[in-house]
């Protein structure tokens, strides 16, 4: 049997242009470091990733996830 790691990591940053925004998307910081945390998982094997289901959060994974 493999032994089960879990990495979590907060979402990126979000667009902050309205407050009352409830589920914003990214912003370009975000984006960026979205796209930073799929370099830093690329030699990692990831079996499964799971989000909320918010802009902002699948937004985050997404890069990473299409790398797997």
Do not use: C, M
Not at 24 to 46: D, H, T, V
Not at 54 to 67: D, L
């Amino acid at each position: 049997t493999k032994n089960a790691q879990v990495l979590p990591y907060k979402h990126a940053e979000k667009v902050r242009t309205d407050i009352n925004e409830k589920d914003p998307l990214l912003n370009k910081n975000g984006i960026l470091r979205a796209q930073k945390w799929s370099e830093i998982f690329r030699k990692i094997e990831i079996d499964k990733i799971l989000s909320t289901d918010t802009k902002r959060t699948i937004s985050t994974v997404i890069p990473t996830s299409e790398e797997k």
